[in-house]
């Protein structure tokens, strides 16, 4: 899936050809079918013609008997490649869709939230990958019938003219469900979105709620949608229910008046007995055409439910450049020129010039809100400002191919996704060809081996047979970085769970095992700030100051700011996402 926003028809169309060999495969039991059922009428036709007129009936009986034997395989066959294309064209819309959402940046920068993200990627792909299979079936039912009529006129025109006359009428009906049902759809669509969303949310939040005793308003909250989405759903019901009725009172009708049309030309010597069963069986042939009110209903859910992966993998991505490895492993000079990053219509930094020096051990020290985590995003590209440049001993990241760039900047995180694998999988996660040594070293600097060792199985130790306390998390968070041997680290706010002896012996070890590299710390303890070499003070998105802690400490603004971070209340645990 490329970068470019595709349209909805584009979309489904390269899902659907995404496993061409089985795609191509199911288009020829298709025509294949569609032959054998056009010709079992005019087969049945010459079998009856011959009974009546006493012929051998050996030659009708076992082309007839070939077709039903062609028809059965083909069924199979069509069953298999079917499943098949409409497995490959689901998978790869799927992949397409989370490499979107994963490269869509940090929460501010995405359109869609968790719970709509998960209804597009679970349903609404399922829809959209059997889309050109439904749009196959439907083309073929129509060219089928098409075929039907003109088998009718061939037979002779009235019972054709008479059939074509009821087509307005239908075709109308058929055009209003469609529109209808499709719009009802989406929106159906998006209210699931928003009710998988707000439970996600609350389930993240799940200790808040019952320490708060607001279980139930939650669950009012969660629901909310619930009445809408009802609403939609019976819409989309009576509008079928309508049709349904509708198409139930032309069709029969179409049909009688043809077979009338039919029976009096046998009356009047132009067709033939035969060529009356002939007839019924166009005729049935001919109102496949028309009975496609569940087709078009799966085509109506199928289009829908494309443009929400299609809006979804619309959204932009990080575009990575080309520049590899230079060789180098020493720190990185960091610098920051003339940054802006806006957040809505809020501007979280403005006009940022900051030069870190290769080695350099940086605090980034400012109110709550006021942009310390942005600006700690930018240097690996987790964001990209919205003005201005970051560059990595002078060259621009954003020309840096992803695997170097990660090579050159390590990550560790306040709330670390820990993923369900063993402790070793975790900490060697961005460098799986890590050693044991390398991964036990990379512990024991973040305080994690003590802890680590005591699980049932150490290092193979699979985390969901590990509850982990807020600070373990952070640990190992802390290890995957330190692990990860890049030129530059960033801790965004990594150390805020530990305690002050354990955050005291990470900073030390970070100081010590890190001499060289560009270290990076997102602080809100007046701690972490002092073993910094240098701190950029941020307010207001600006840079207020850049100096040594010391230097700053004589601001009592300066130290307000660690006043009001030892404030907050931090949770004990942090549970894997």
Same mark, same amino acid.
């Given at each position: 899936?490329?970068?470019?926003?595709?349209?909805?028809?584009?979309? !489904? $169309? %390269? =899902?659907?050809?995404? +496993?061409? /060999?089985?795609?191509?495969?199911? #288009?020829? @039991?298709?025509? &294949?079918?569609? *032959?054998?059922?056009?010709?079992?009428?005019?087969?049945?036709?010459?079998?009856?013609?011959?009974?009546?007129?006493?012929?051998?009936?050996?030659?009708?009986?076992?082309? !007839? $008997? %070939? =077709?039903?034997?062609? +028809?059965? /395989?083909?069924?199979?066959?069509? #069953?298999? @490649?079917?499943? &098949?294309?409409? *497995?490959?064209?689901?998978?790869?819309?799927?992949?397409?869709?989370?490499?979107?959402?994963?490269?869509?940046?940090?929460?501010?920068?995405?359109?869609?939230?968790?719970?709509?993200?998960?209804?597009?990627?679970?349903?609404?792909?399922?829809?959209?990958?059997?889309?050109?299979?439904?749009?196959?079936?439907?083309?073929?039912?129509?060219?089928?019938?098409?075929?039907?009529?003109?088998?009718?006129?061939?037979?002779?025109?009235?019972?054709?003219?008479?059939?074509?006359?009821?087509?307005?009428?239908?075709?109308?009906?058929?055009?209003?469900?469609?529109?209808?049902?499709?719009?009802?759809?989406?929106?159906?669509?998006?209210?699931?979105?928003?009710?998988?969303?707000?439970?996600?949310?609350?389930?993240?939040?799940?200790?808040?709620?019952?320490?708060?005793?607001?279980?139930?308003?939650?669950?009012?909250?969660?629901?909310?949608?619930?009445?809408?989405?009802?609403?939609?759903?019976?819409?989309?019901?009576?509008?079928?229910?309508?049709?349904?009725?509708?198409?139930?009172?032309?069709?029969?009708?179409?049909?009688?008046?043809?077979?009338?049309?039919?029976?009096?030309?046998?009356?009047?010597?132009?067709?033939?007995?035969?060529?009356?069963?002939?007839?019924?069986?166009?005729?049935?042939?001919?109102?496949?055409?028309?009975?496609?009110?569940?087709?078009?209903?799966?085509?109506?859910?199928?289009?829908?439910?494309?443009?929400?992966?299609?809006?979804?993998?619309?959204?932009?991505?990080?575009?990575?450049?080309?520049?590899?490895?230079?060789?180098?492993?020493?720190?990185?000079?960091?610098?920051?020129?003339?940054?802006?990053?806006?957040?809505?219509?809020?501007?979280?930094?403005?006009?940022?010039?900051?030069?870190?020096?290769?080695?350099?051990?940086?605090?980034?020290?400012?109110?709550?809100?006021?942009?310390?985590?942005?600006?700690?995003?930018?240097?690996?590209?987790?964001?990209?400002?919205?003005?201005?440049?970051?560059?990595?001993?002078?060259?621009?990241?954003?020309?840096?191919?992803?695997?170097?760039?990660?090579?050159?900047?390590?990550?560790?995180?306040?709330?670390?996704?820990?993923?369900?694998?063993?402790?070793?999988?975790?900490?060697?996660?961005?460098?799986?060809?890590?050693?044991?040594?390398?991964?036990?070293?990379?512990?024991?600097?973040?305080?994690?081996?003590?802890?680590?060792?005591?699980?049932?199985?150490?290092?193979?130790?699979?985390?969901?047979?590990?509850?982990?306390?807020?600070?373990?998390?952070?640990?190992?968070?802390?290890?995957?970085?330190?692990?990860?041997?890049?030129?530059?680290?960033?801790?965004?706010?990594?150390?805020?769970?530990?305690?002050?002896?354990?955050?005291?012996?990470?900073?030390?070890?970070?100081?010590?095992?890190?001499?060289?590299?560009?270290?990076?710390?997102?602080?809100?303890?007046?701690?972490?700030?002092?073993?910094?070499?240098?701190?950029?003070?941020?307010?207001?998105?600006?840079?207020?100051?850049?100096?040594?802690?010391?230097?700053?400490?004589?601001?009592?603004?300066?130290?307000?700011?660690?006043?009001?971070?030892?404030?907050?209340?931090?949770?004990?645990?942090?549970?894997?996402?």
């Amino acid at each position: 899936m490329t970068t470019s926003t595709r349209s909805v028809p584009r979309l !489904l $169309a %390269a =899902a659907a050809l995404e +496993a061409r /060999g089985w795609f191509a495969l199911a #288009v020829l @039991a298709s025509i &294949t079918d569609a *032959a054998v059922t056009l010709a079992t009428p005019a087969l049945l036709a010459r079998a009856l013609d011959d009974a009546l007129a006493h012929r051998p009936l050996t030659g009708p009986v076992s082309a !007839l $008997a %070939a =077709a039903f034997a062609v +028809a059965t /395989g083909v069924a199979v066959v069509h #069953v298999v @490649a079917a499943g &098949t294309s409409g *497995a490959a064209a689901t998978g790869w819309l799927r992949r397409g869709l989370v490499h979107r959402v994963l490269g869509a940046g940090l929460a501010g920068q995405r359109r869609h939230a968790a719970g709509d993200v998960t209804g597009r990627l679970v349903g609404s792909c399922a829809e959209s990958g059997h889309a050109g299979l439904t749009v196959l079936d439907t083309v073929m039912s129509v060219a089928t019938s098409i075929v039907g009529v003109v088998s009718l006129w061939l037979i002779d025109w009235r019972p054709a003219v008479t059939f074509l006359l009821g087509l307005p009428p239908v075709y109308v009906v058929l055009r209003l469900f469609f529109r209808r049902s499709s719009s009802a759809l989406t929106r159906y669509q998006e209210l699931q979105g928003q009710v998988a969303d707000r439970l996600i949310e609350a389930l993240g939040g799940v200790r808040t709620i019952r320490a708060s005793g607001t279980v139930a308003a939650e669950t009012t909250r969660v629901l909310e949608p619930l009445p809408e989405l009802s609403k939609t759903g019976l819409l989309t019901w009576h509008l079928q229910r309508a049709t349904a009725w509708q198409m139930g009172l032309l069709l029969p009708a179409i049909e009688i008046l043809v077979l009338a049309v039919s029976g009096y030309g046998v009356v009047a010597g132009r067709i033939s007995s035969g060529e009356l069963v002939a007839v019924t069986g166009y005729v049935a042939i001919a109102l496949g055409l028309l009975q496609q009110v569940d087709a078009v209903g799966e085509l109506a859910h199928s289009v829908a439910a494309g443009r929400r992966v299609a809006e979804a993998v619309g959204q932009p991505v990080t575009l990575a450049g080309e520049r590899g490895s230079d060789g180098s492993t020493a720190g990185c000079a960091v610098s920051f020129r003339g940054v802006r990053v806006l957040a809505g219509d809020r501007v979280v930094l403005d006009g940022i010039d900051l030069e870190i020096p290769a080695g350099t051990a940086l605090a980034v020290v400012g109110a709550s809100g006021g942009g310390k985590s942005s600006l700690a995003a930018l240097v690996g590209r987790l964001h990209d400002p919205d003005q201005g440049a970051v560059l990595l001993d002078g060259v621009p990241v954003t020309e840096f191919t992803a695997d170097e760039l990660s090579r050159r900047v390590a990550y560790a995180f306040e709330r670390p996704a820990l993923f369900d694998d063993t402790i070793r999988a975790t900490i060697a996660l961005a460098r799986p060809e890590a050693t044991q040594s390398v991964i036990e070293a990379a512990a024991r600097a973040a305080g994690a081996d003590d802890f680590i060792r005591r699980l049932p199985d150490g290092y193979d130790t699979h985390l969901a047979a590990a509850p982990l306390s807020g600070g373990e998390a952070q640990r190992l968070g802390l290890a995957r970085a330190f692990a990860q041997d890049s030129r530059v680290v960033v801790l965004d706010d990594a150390t805020s769970s530990l305690d002050t002896v354990t955050e005291a012996r990470v900073t030390q070890a970070l100081h010590s095992a890190f001499t060289g590299r560009t270290r990076i710390m997102v602080a809100h303890r007046a701690s972490t700030a002092a073993r910094a070499d240098l701190v950029a003070w941020l307010a207001d998105g600006r840079i207020r100051a850049v100096a040594t802690h010391a230097e700053l400490w004589s601001d009592q603004e300066y130290r307000a700011q660690f006043a009001a971070a030892s404030e907050s209340v931090e949770e004990e645990t942090c549970p894997i996402p």
